[in-house]
């Protein structure tokens, strides 16, 4: 193994022992910018289950910053936390959103290319799956409070599929649209994205 190989390998260990402050303060704006988006767009629903963008930004600062698994656990927890000062049922976000977070993190890891010519699909994939995992386990969980005699209400199910899914649509494109800007703004490399 010449000097370089070795020298390479431990400057990639040295850079991957946890998040850097810049990642902390990045997750910290977006989760910012989900929860500014979940208090305006949220109130034209009247349905107990409301959009949650905050999705689509935990989402966007996992597929950025490349988290370990624990780290993508607390950003979930992080964002499930912020939920809980929006109406709602209380606690539910607590567990569908570490869900989400953990999602995307493991389809981050699956080593397939999703691109049409320079342009990569997989933020719209994995963006998609996460939201429709927080939220079905969110949907999940109520009704197995629901169903236990817990006081808490539920609406029709097709009521928060259509929420579901049209937030997972809208989450997706969301990221979509603000992956490159957002990296190019951080100085990033966008050529030859590790997106896979």
Known sequence: MSQETMRKRTIQNKSRKGMSVTDILLVGVLLAAGAVLKFFVGAFFT??????FIIAMYCLAILLIRPRLYEALIIGILAGVISQFFPGTPYLNLISEPVGAVVMYFLMQVPIRMEIGKI??????????????????????????????????????????????GT????????????????????RKVTNDPVQ
Not at 47 to 52: I, L, R
Not at 147 to 153: E, I, L, Q, R, W
Request: hydrophobic letters at 60%.
């Open 120 to 165: 990569t699909f997989k933020p719209v994939f994995a963006t998609f799956i996460a939201t429709l995992c927080s939220g079905f386990s969110f949907l999940g969980t109520l009704y197995l409070l629901f169903y236990a005699g817990a006081n808490v209400s539920a609406m029709p199910v097709a009521v928060f599929l259509g929420i579901i899914l």
């Open 168 to 187: 997972a649509t809208i989450n997706s494109v969301i990221v979509e649209v603000l992956y490159v800007p957002v990296k190019l703004a951080l100085g």
């Open 47 to 52: 349905a107990g289950m409301k959009p949650n």
